[in-house]
């Protein structure tokens, strides 16, 4: 099982839709709207990292309000 953190920047006033998106995905086990660098934190989980990249590229990436993301991948 792979993991990964990701920090999703999101245009003013759309935190909470974004972060309700996310919790459609079945890799995205939590999203929380936070404060500091990233306006939402989410934890995917997937069978492979290729599949987190496919998730992040092909999905988060297009939900509306979505500016920016980094993906910090869980080693241990």
């Known amino acids: 099982m792979a993991k990964a953190y990701l920090k999703i920047k999101v245009e003013m006033g759309r935190e909470r839709a974004v972060r309700d998106a996310l919790l459609t ?3 995205v086990k939590a999203a929380e709207v936070t404060t500091g660098d990233q306006d ?3 934890l995917v ?3 492979s990292y290729d599949d987190i990249l496919q998730v992040v590229i092909d999905r988060l990436r297009t939900i509306k309000g979505v500016t920016g993301t980094t993906t910090d991948l ?3």
């Open 74 to 76: 869980v080693l241990e």
């Open 25 to 27: 995905f079945e890799e």
């Open 45 to 47: 989980e997937a069978d």
């Open 40 to 42: 939402v934190l989410a």
